[in-house]
């Protein structure tokens, strides 16, 4: 079975800085999806970014970017010019290609931004 | 609808007695989720819903949780005989294509005193 670790339980970051989230997966598979979800207070899980494996070339939305190493199975997310709205729980997701449509997640990172 | 919605928001239920979950997908979407996320912890797999196939419930953690989905639309989770255990907020996610991700509902905090 697929596992996703994000060793990070917490992390800050100054506003208008530059903060790096770690996400690492275990899987046999060789094309999956993976993407990261935002969860502020308000409950509402949003999706931040997506990331298919075949493609080598790595996903940016705006100020938030994937640093994807498929050899080494590890998916960070870079969030750069960091504003108050980023503060979030921030979670890690893995879903295969094939087969299942779970979705398998990290346990998350708190992100804080101070001002 | 625009996006999924989830109700109730909060409910607050005794030890032992039975709930009610509901979800409402964005129309279209042919598979349907539920998740549990227990104080501080990920999203726990509960059950799958794709279209008329026969839903995978291989992460409903007891028989005292069960789902339906009628009509390929609205969606309900009943979680009998309540126990503390069972608090948690529970999600509902809908989606179209899977490389798309899913869009998740506000959840419905379950709260069992």
């Known amino acids: 079975a697929q596992t996703v670790t994000q060793s990070q339980p917490e992390m800050s970051v100054q506003e208008a800085e530059t903060v790096t989230l770690s996400c690492t997966y275990d899987?046999?598979?060789?094309?999956?999806?993976l993407f990261w979800y935002k969860q502020p207070p308000s409950r509402q899980m949003i999706l931040v970014i997506r990331q298919e494996a075949y493609k080598q070339q790595n996903a940016t939305e705006n100020r938030f970017s994937v640093n994807f190493q498929k050899a080494a199975k590890s998916f960070s997310l870079k969030i750069s010019d960091s504003q108050l709205g980023d503060a979030a729980m921030y979670f890690c997701a893995y879903r295969s290609r094939g087969g299942s449509e779970k979705l398998v997640f990290g346990k998350g990172t708190k992100l804080t931004v101070n001002p | 609808g625009a996006g999924v919605s989830q109700s109730p928001s909060n409910k607050v239920t005794e030890k032992g007695k039975d709930v009610e979950l509901r979800c409402d997908p964005i129309?279209?979407?042919?598979?349907l989720y539920w998740y549990r996320q227990s104080l501080g912890q990920g999203l726990e797999f509960l059950i799958y819903f794709q279209g008329n196939s026969a839903p995978d419930k291989s992460g409903l953690p007891s028989d005292r949780f069960s789902a339906e989905r009628t009509g390929g639309s609205v969606s309900t989770l009943t979680i009998q005989r309540t126990q503390q255990e069972d608090s948690a907020v529970y999600l509902c996610?809908?989606?179209?294509?899977?490389?798309?991700?899913?869009?998740f509902g506000s959840g419905t905090r379950l709260t069992v005193v």
């Open positions: 996610a809908s989606s179209l294509r899977a490389q798309q991700g899913y869009t």
């Open positions: 899987t046999s598979e060789s094309d999956y999806y």
């Open positions: 129309s279209g979407h042919t598979a």
